[in-house]
């Protein structure tokens, strides 16, 4: 994770891979809670195929004799020890239940990992499982011999502990393996927040043309923006009035003007019309289209606008995303 | 205070993210949120032993005594005695576990804004609010009169057992919905410190409702499976400690009825579940603050006011 000014190095379960390049990928680690689920779905999935398995033998025993019985070991064998490492390997690092909840397994360098890698971590998974337990060493009895007949119950401690303790929540089969696993699912990237209003775009004028919004400065109007819908009235003031009053006195405007108002007004100049003066210095025939965004803004009611340039060569004018700057915006 | 400069990154979060980053920042802050953890824990596991060890003597039913090797009849006692002791303990660490995760949470509240607290500044800040946390918990949430009917129970015989016990389920299972309702109560104490005064601001019971109303049913929902992985992790905690225990102590293999077990290895397995959900706990109340108050974009507009405030100062333009 990047080091920032104080030396700070915030939680946010996310890890950076530098490329021989000089490019920085960073990923979203998926730590225990979240792998836990996708393990308990493949489990069911496994559950689900033994009991057909077992059904089938019982319906053929009269036909085929032992043989089925031979046939329902071998395939109980394989589908818990490589079922996981088989969809690894065909499936580039996801199992059914990895699939559903959007994590995949990755090499530590964040490629791809081989059959090799696969087939050890997935061999490995049974010492993530220790200690093991069974009802009977509480005395919780099932029949006559405590010991023997009692099912054992994994606690899945060693594999917590040894998570915990590593940056990439790494359980052992990863570590041995040189793996980790990485949440997939891209997050939803929002559109510019339409805030036209006659009053925000009177204060908007009144705002000088010496004022610029810095990267920093530009990604807390979008904060501020994007979730202004859901805050009360009186909230959007106080929080509007931290920066409002030195700007107000930075601008030379006046101190009476709405907070909430002159924040949208500042968001305005800075993602919408100062972008389409330089949109238009660049090219003649590029302008600022208003449309619905592929994704709704969270549902904040407000239609989200894009910056679009009929000409590919035109860069589009970047707004920052909803996350702060190292979480994650590369994933 | 820069107020970017976080040690946890101020964003919202799904509830496996919080689960997750808790144990992160548990690795990160070992030994400070333990220490505050336990400074409570401890008095709070020797009050609860005080309380209930008798439990243990009870002679329910004495054909229940199960025989074993000499060394283990000594230490074992009697199975329904065992779990009804179990039982007791169960109830009575749920109901304390907010008390006793008071300096923690003020731990976790200063440590994420990169401050350096002393145990002794926390019990200090602890203190101030003393009287708000005996009246929420000690009464409103019944950790007083639980504890008192278990003191009572010392003393009463075998008639009286049966309408004591009664009573402190019948607290107990009002007390889950009340906490799965109004989960973050420790967390407005302590760290947003309301009135008792309505006319000197918002008092606590006004705080709280409007904290946990604001995300409907989100925040029992977050509560109850906050409650529900507790209970798993100690049950599998106690599981691995035990798990050492028979392998090290015993001679027959099992652990059935171990005084030794009861008293001490279950509880700590309950308690040390505590301080993580203590830690998750206070990770879902910054998760709902940074959804219902604007939390993610109030920390970067303050930055943003800071640092213009500075160059103001220095007299640099714009």
Redesign the interface.
């Known amino acids: 994770m990047t080091n920032r000014d104080n030396s700070i190095d915030p939680i946010d379960g996310t890890i950076s891979i530098v490329t021989p390049e000089n490019i920085t990928f960073r990923y979203s680690v998926a730590g225990p809670f979240q792998r836990a689920t996708a393990f308990v779905i493949d489990f069911l999935i496994r559950i689900g195929i033994i009991i057909i398995l077992l059904v089938l033998t019982v319906t053929l025993q009269s036909a085929i004799g032992d043989v089925g019985i031979g046939f329902f070991l071998l395939s109980n064998f394989i589908l818990n020890w490589f079922y996981g490492a088989v969809f690894e390997t065909y499936m580039n690092g996801q199992t059914p239940g990895k699939r559903l909840m959007g994590i995949r397994a990755v090499t530590v360098d964040g490629k791809p990992i081989n059959a090799m890698q696969a087939v050890m971590r997935n061999l490995i998974r049974t010492a993530d499982t220790y200690p093991l337990v069974t009802p009977a060493m509480f005395g919780i009895e099932f029949g006559d011999s405590a010991v023997y007949v009692s099912p054992i119950i994994p606690t899945f401690v060693m594999g917590l502990i040894v998570m915990s303790m590593n940056k990439r929540y790494q359980r052992i089969g990863d570590l041995v393996a040189g793996t980790m696993v990485i949440v997939d699912q891209r997050k939803a990237t929002f559109g510019l927040i339409d805030v036209r209003s006659p009053q925000v775009l009177q204060i908007a004028a009144m705002v000088p043309a010496t004022f610029r919004a810095d990267q920093e400065m530009s990604q807390a109007l979008a904060h501020f923006v994007d979730q202004r819908p859901r805050l009360s009235e009186a909230r959007r003031r106080e929080i509007a009035t931290h920066l409002t009053e030195p700007l107000s006195r930075e601008l030379g405007l006046s101190p009476n003007l709405d907070p909430d108002i002159l924040l949208q007004a500042l968001y305005y100049r800075a993602f919408v019309s100062d972008a389409q003066q330089e949109l238009a210095q660049l090219s003649p025939t590029a302008t600022i289209q208003y449309q619905a965004a592929p994704q709704q803004a969270s549902g904040f009611g407000q239609p989200p606008v894009q910056l679009q340039s009929p000409s590919s060569q035109v860069s589009q004018p970047s707004r920052p995303s909803g996350r702060p700057p190292s979480g994650g915006l590369l994933r | 205070m820069?107020f970017?400069?976080?040690?946890?990154?101020?964003?919202s979060r799904t509830e496996?993210?919080l689960?997750?980053?808790s144990?992160?920042?548990?690795?990160?802050f070992p030994i400070p949120i333990l220490l505050a953890f336990l400074v409570v824990a401890i008095p709070l596991l020797l009050i609860n032993d005080l309380l209930l060890s008798h439990v243990l003597t009870l002679q329910f039913n004495p054909l229940e005594y199960r025989s074993g090797s000499i060394v283990e009849r000594e230490f074992t006692t009697s199975?329904l005695s065992f779990k009804t002791y179990l039982y007791l303990q169960i109830v009575l660490i749920t109901t304390q576990a907010p008390i006793a995760s008071i300096l923690s949470t003020l731990m976790l509240s200063k440590l994420i804004f990169?401050e350096k607290p002393t145990i002794k500044g926390l019990i200090k800040d602890a203190r101030s609010c003393f009287w708000n946390i005996v009246t929420a918990f000690g009464f409103r949430r019944c950790i007083i009169i639980q504890m008192g009917l278990l003191a009572l129970l010392i003393g009463t015989g075998y008639a009286g057992r049966g309408t004591i016990l009664t009573f402190y389920t019948l607290i107990f299972i009002a007390l889950l919905f009340v906490r799965g309702n109004r989960p973050y109560t420790l967390e407005i104490i302590l760290l947003e410190r309301p009135g008792r005064d309505s006319s000197k601001g918002m008092t606590l019971h006004q705080r709280s409702k409007m904290l946990h109303t604001a995300t409907g049913g989100n925040v029992m929902g977050r509560s109850m499976f906050g409650m529900l992985?507790g209970a798993i992790f100690s049950l599998?905690?106690y599981?691995?400690i035990?798990?050492?225990s028979?392998s090290l102590f015993t001679e027959s293999?099992?652990?059935?009825?171990s005084v030794f077990t009861a008293r001490w290895l279950f509880p700590i397995s309950c308690w040390l579940a505590v301080c993580y959900t203590s830690v998750v706990r206070f990770m879902n109340y910054i998760d709902t603050r940074i959804?219902?108050?604007?939390w993610?974009?109030?920390l970067?507009?303050?930055?943003?006011?800071y640092?213009?405030?500075q160059r103001?100062q220095l007299g640099t333009s714009?």
Not at chain 2, 4 to 11: G, M
Not at chain 2, 23 to 28: N, Q
Not at chain 2, 253 to 257: F, N, P
């Open positions: 820069k970017d400069k976080t040690h946890i990154q101020i964003r496996s993210e689960l997750d980053i144990l992160h920042i548990i690795r990160r199975d990169n992985v599998c905690l599981g691995a035990a798990f050492f028979i293999g099992t652990i059935e009825s959804l219902t108050e604007g993610e974009a109030e970067k507009i303050r930055t943003e006011a640092k213009l405030e103001q714009w």
